[in-house]
């Protein structure tokens, strides 16, 4: 069965602080791997995934892919409260691309 | 353009009740999901639409109808409505010519079931 765990499921840090997510998975045919931000309503794109090593960098927030070991990383440095939200990973199948989503990891940053 | 837009915003249903959730967008794009998201539980497909007069079930599509007439609209309904299904209900959608496989949500509508 298809899995995507995340990990940790929520997080509480302060303004400065550097933070990672995890993202585990085991999921057929895999495609890409994609990272949203959620805050009050619908998720919003972040990054997407589908080789292995390669950083993809924006601003702050960077992430990455190992397709050997079956995971990813979320980083964001410098963590300000707007960072606050519901960060979810999911795993894009081909060949009709439906995604499995990991149940979130919800990080708060205090001031 | 108002990309993913959903109908109604909010609903309260009794058990048993039957209702329909509109989905519209208006990029042209041939595949569209609904998702339920539930605390704890990210987000869970319902099903899914790789084009016009095309449904697919997803992880969790029993008690779930879908029906794509038009391109442009994907409507799920819930014919007899369970307390079990109270949730938020997303709807994206994507385009399959897109290298980046992408979903654009809507803002979900948030439904009770008494």
């Known amino acids: 069965e298809d899995k995507v765990v995340q990990s940790p499921l929520s997080l509480v840090v302060h303004e400065g602080d550097t933070v990672t997510l995890n993202c585990s998975y085991e999921?057929?045919?895999?495609?890409?791997l994609l990272w949203y931000k959620q805050e009050k309503k619908a998720p919003t794109f972040l990054f997407m995934l589908t080789s292995s090593g390669i950083e993809k960098k924006s601003g702050r927030l960077s992430s990455i892919l190992d397709k050997k070991e079956l995971f990813s990383i979320l980083n964001i440095t410098a963590t300000q409260t707007g960072d606050s939200a519901i960060y979810l990973c999911?795993?894009?199948?081909?060949?009709?691309?439906?995604?499995?989503f990991g149940a979130g990891t919800r990080l708060t940053v205090k001031p | 353009n108002a990309g993913v837009t959903q109908t109604p915003k909010f609903r309260v249903l009794k058990t048993g009740q039957s209702m329909t959730l509109l989905c519209a967008q208006d990029m042209n794009h041939e595949y569209m999901y609904w998702y339920r998201q539930d605390p704890g539980m990210g987000l869970r497909l319902i099903h899914y639409?790789?084009?016009?007069?095309?449904?697919a079930k997803g992880e969790v599509p029993d008690g779930y109808n879908v029906s794509r007439l038009k391109k442009q609209n994907f409507l799920l309904g819930l014919e007899s409505a369970a307390p079990s299904q109270t949730s938020v209900y997303f709807c994206?959608?994507?385009?399959?010519?897109?290298?980046?496989?992408?979903?654009?949500f809507g803002p979900g509508t948030r439904l009770t079931v008494l």
């Open positions: 999911a795993v894009g199948r081909a060949p009709l691309y439906d995604m499995r």
């Open positions: 999921v057929t045919n895999f495609r890409s």
């Open positions: 994206a959608s994507r385009d399959d010519y897109r290298a980046n496989n992408e979903q654009f």
């Open positions: 639409s790789v084009g016009e007069g095309t449904t």
